[in-house]
């Protein structure tokens, strides 16, 4: 067993310890690069896993950093993949998903996988879009991705 599975849930159901090591180093980077983000981890459904908002971060950074996770999970790639898989896509395929509520192309929402197996996403918002990408990229790390 995956020690980062929870053993006494459904499979694929992240341990309460890994959505806090994944918050808790994505949260360092933040901080070491001098920027206020709030970060956001959902289940594979999408539903809020858990939520850290760094003192001082942008308000809209909430709803952003839950809508990139939800919208990494739901789709099983990062926000930026999205964006350029859209780019390819028939102008009404493309603004159609666009307009539906939670689903963003902003960067900075990335899938969790364990054994490649999505089993949520992290969001991340509040800098630079390539500064909220290192973030996530950093909670991920804890898992050896």
């Known amino acids: 067993m995956n020690p980062w599975l929870e053993a006494q849930t459904a499979p694929g159901t992240l341990a309460i310890q890994a959505i806090q090591a994944i918050m808790e180093a ?7 690069m001098g920027v206020t983000v709030s970060v956001a981890i959902v289940d594979t459904a999408g539903n809020l896993a858990g939520f850290g908002r760094m003192p001082g971060s942008f308000l809209i950074s909430i709803d952003l950093s839950i809508d990139k996770a939800w919208t990494a999970a739901s789709f099983g790639v990062a926000t930026r993949e999205l964006s350029e898989m859209l780019e390819r896509e028939p102008r009404a395929v493309r603004e159609g998903l666009l307009r539906r509520p939670r689903l963003t192309e902003v960067p900075g929402g990335m899938p969790i996988l364990v054994d490649e197996l999505v089993v949520g996403a992290i969001g991340v918002s509040g800098a630079s879009d390539k500064q909220d990408e290192r973030c996530a990229a950093a909670g991920l790390s804890i898992l050896g991705r």
């Open 26 to 32: 994505a949260i360092l980077c933040a901080a070491d």
